[in-house]
């Protein structure tokens, strides 16, 4: 049979993620995966360099096709960001339960420690930024490097919340996983309770304001 002339990275995804569901096991080599999908071994190595590499790309793309599918919504612009949020959630769990049974033969045997998964460090990176520039509303300190760290741990928070879905997720045997779609509308507004700082900042206010009257009547 001839060779393939043209193999893109999408090509080698699909065929890594056939494999793996068809074998239930990773391919045993680069050389036994290529040549069971008729292409030269080099040709792997112009776009991945180890198959832990494909499993990372895997989980980005989950990542580019759910914020795709949300510019194409008209609706979805005009959001704030508690429901941009909960949208991003909604279209990102359908693209996992679209390859649910990828995503958990990928993922089942290390969902206990999810936060220290290579594969999904560049799912962590597109996500983290995604969620910073949401426009989610924080406290104004006034300090760079205070700013900086409620900065990193609004977005660390939001990945570690995101981890937590995955796994009740992975865990999920509700009929069309509605409990996921309960505990994601749950714990995103939960979240966001806890992040509105209008609240916070009438306490501030109301601080500031006794504070200068203590001293005026002094």
């Not at 043209?6 to 569901?21: A, E, P, Q, R, S």
Request: hydrophobic share 40%; glycine share 2%.
């Amino acid at each position: 049979m001839a060779k393939q002339k043209k193999l893109t990275k999408d090509n080698i995804i699909n065929y890594y993620m056939d494999y793996v569901l068809e074998h239930e096991k990773n391919p045993s080599s680069v050389y036994a995966f290529s040549k069971v999908n008729n292409f030269e071994e080099s040709k792997f190595y112009e776009h991945f360099a180890t198959f832990e590499a494909i499993e990372k790309s895997v989980f980005e793309a989950f990542f580019t096709n759910t914020v795709n599918v949300l510019n194409k919504s008209e609706d979805y612009g005009s959001f704030d960001a508690r429901n941009k949020f909960l949208s991003f959630y909604y279209t990102f769990f359908e693209n996992l339960t679209a390859n649910r049974s990828y995503v958990s033969h990928i993922l089942n045997k290390y969902k206990n420690d999810l936060k220290s998964l290579k594969i999904l460090a560049g799912l962590k990176q597109h996500f983290t930024n995604y969620v910073s520039h949401l426009g989610i509303e924080t406290l104004d300190l006034k300090n760079e490097k205070l700013e900086r760290i409620q900065d990193k741990t609004l977005k660390e928070s939001a990945w570690l919340q995101l981890l937590i879905t995955i796994k009740f997720w992975l865990d999920d045997t509700s009929a069309s996983f509605e409990k996921t779609d309960i505990f994601i509308e749950k714990s995103v507004n939960t979240t966001f309770d806890v992040l509105d700082v209008a609240p916070v900042k009438s306490v501030i206010d109301l601080g500031k304001f006794l504070f200068k009257e203590k001293f005026q009547m002094n």
